[in-house]
């Protein structure tokens, strides 16, 4: 079974630059997430899709931040304009659905992203 | 808010030797996960846990769960190398599955 896939997996870009990230899940994963990793820290998630539909986007950077699941598949998500905070891991996740009793994520490779 | 806190934040330990890795979190929830990281990799499931009580081993690896203390502990036996990364706890719940994760424990055997 293939993982998730992520790309690209390094990217440099300076500051207001803009930046996106693509991401394939597990075939027949309903739920996608995008979690972000700061060096030395636990991922925190930005934002939650079962199938093309946002569950939580409550700690998206909404003025920055945008993410899109259209046809319930792929994700991307877009950064614009990025900050030098935004230098992080950008890790996909996956899981088979919500509200299943055991509802493991399985994650992508990640992206690192660094904002000069 | 939910708060997850690990300790110890950084464990340097002579192989064969026990130790454990806390995780405690502040708000009920009803599943638990440790996670383990190499470095410059993904994260790597090891277990979930489910129910109060709940104990799961695989390998040199043993996580049980108190959901009534909001502790979940990952012991270490007669550790080696090879277990040397960085172990996450994360906690969910039910229908939402929105994972908040610890600080994380860098985990380094010496040989």
């Known amino acids: 079974e293939a993982g998730v896939a992520q790309s690209p997996r390094y990217k440099i870009i300076e500051k207001r630059q803009s930046v996106a990230f693509w991401c394939n899940p597990i075939?027949?994963?309903?739920?996608l997430y995008w979690y972000q990793q700061i060096l030395g820290q636990g991922p925190k998630l930005l934002i939650q899709?079962?199938?093309?539909?946002?569950?939580?986007d409550s700690q998206l950077p909404k003025d920055r931040f945008s993410a899109e699941r259209l046809k319930g598949v792929d994700s991307t998500l877009k950064i614009q304009p990025a900050k030098l905070e935004d230098s992080a891991v950008y890790l996909c996740?996956?899981?088979?659905?919500?509200?299943?009793?055991?509802?493991?994520?399985?994650f992508g490779p990640g992206t690192r992203l660094t904002v000069l | 808010e939910l708060k997850v806190e690990q300790n110890p934040l950084f464990l340097s330990m002579q192989e064969g030797k026990n130790y454990t890795i806390y995780c405690n979190y502040s708000?009920?929830?009803?599943?638990l996960y440790w996670y383990r990281q190499d470095p410059g990799k993904s994260l790597e499931s090891l277990f979930v846990?489910?129910?109060?009580?709940a104990v799961k081993q695989e390998g040199r690896l043993m996580a049980s769960l108190d959901t009534k203390a909001r502790l979940s502990t990952l012991h270490i036996t007669a550790a080696v190398h090879d277990l040397s990364a960085t172990y996450f706890c994360?906690?969910?719940?039910?229908?939402?599955?929105?994972?908040?994760f610890g600080t994380g424990t860098r985990l380094t055997i010496i040989p």
């Open positions: 996740a996956s899981s088979l659905a919500l509200k299943s009793s055991y509802n493991e994520q399985f």
């Open positions: 075939s027949g994963h309903a739920t």
């Open positions: 899709f079962q199938n093309n539909g946002v569950v939580d």
């Open positions: 708000t009920t929830s009803d599943r």
């Open positions: 846990l489910l129910s109060n009580g």
């Open positions: 994360a906690v969910g719940n039910f229908g939402n599955e929105k994972l908040t």
